[in-house]
């Protein structure tokens, strides 16, 4: 899932680098020289071999922190102790759409002063299909990132660029799935790191989230219950969230089954904390291909000054339209469909049940200011969750 939008610029007006840094700086002042198990995955980690004074350690952690910012697909957690979690959403539909299957590799800090803290690795399967899910524990020390790019161990289980590779002995899901293609990623800037836009660079937000691959071929089979489930010519998506928890309430959608080639929506609108307040944030994206035949991404965010005109949720339905200080219009219909249970992050535990579709159906309309039509197209085998305080985030404006 990925949680939702960050402030409206003008709420967080003149915050220099300089400002966003040292707010960054202040906030790892307790740096400390603790080794974690995932040290040693990627370069930074190698200088917790050796004690370091508190000046060094702080500006080592700051410099990571930056760093990491621009690479949004790697790890962010490799100073965090607790009260921490980072995960990636790989999702995987066969060609002929009979296997649709979602794999969440992560990990999870409880917090420091909790009574029976618990830390673990973990990977997730939901099986689009049936509707059946599994929870995969293992010990933290189980779990190796790098912070500049997208590879993860969990025990025998390998995620990266290439493909990944899965043992789960609970689920019985193993194999290889490759990805063919590069991927897709949502830009990242100096000015603009990712899906989170410049406040990506805030360092006081619940969560923050990564579109790694709006979408990318896929080779390779899995075996599930002992049935052979081919990827060939299939399609796959990668997203990802880190920080605290996952927001009170939210919407979250995602397709790249659409009838126009190249066209990818993802979408979350939320109950976002800001200081001692709330507001809703949302962020949506839509990459199709644009009057040059290149891709482009029509942004829809907060941050942007694009607003919600209208949002309804019911038993059936997600209706929500969006407008952008461009005039664009956006117009989204998502069906809901029955779903499984997945575990996502509360402060103490990854314990929360969300449940999750990837049978959704994504009706979107693009139109321009003078009413023409950009786009009108059906977003198929999509993701969709609709989950927690949803009264709270509808009477939000």
Known sequence: ??????????????????????????????????????????????????????????????????????????????????????????????????ARIAVIPGIFLGLEDSAGRHDEAFVQVLDGVTGRSWYERYDAADFHAATGRFDVTIGPNRFTAEGITLDLPESGLRGRVEFATEFDPWPVTVRSPGIMGWYAWVPVMEAYHGVVSFGHDLGGSLSLDGDSLSFDGGRGYLEKDWGRAFPAGYVWMQSNHFANSGVSLVGSIAIIPWHRTHFRGFIVGLRMPGPDGRPALHRFATYTGARTETLTVDDDLVRWSLRSKRGLTLDITAERRRGGLLHAPMRTQMHRRVEETLDARIHVTLTDRSGRIILADTGEVAGLEVHGDIDGLLAMV
């Open 1 to 98: 899932m990925l949680e939702a939008g960050v402030p409206r610029a003008g709420r967080v007006d003149g915050w220099a680098p300089a400002v966003i840094a040292q707010r960054q700086v202040e906030d790892v002042v307790h740096a400390g020289t603790l080794r974690r198990p995932w040290d040693g995955a990627d370069e930074p980690g190698n200088l917790d071999l050796v004690p370091l004074i508190p000046a060094l350690t702080l500006a080592r952690r700051t410099v990571a922190n930056l760093g990491s910012t621009l690479h949004p697909d790697g790890f962010h957690g490799a100073h965090e102790r607790a009260g921490f979690f980072e995960g990636w959403y790989v999702k995987l539909i066969s060609a002929d759409r009979s």
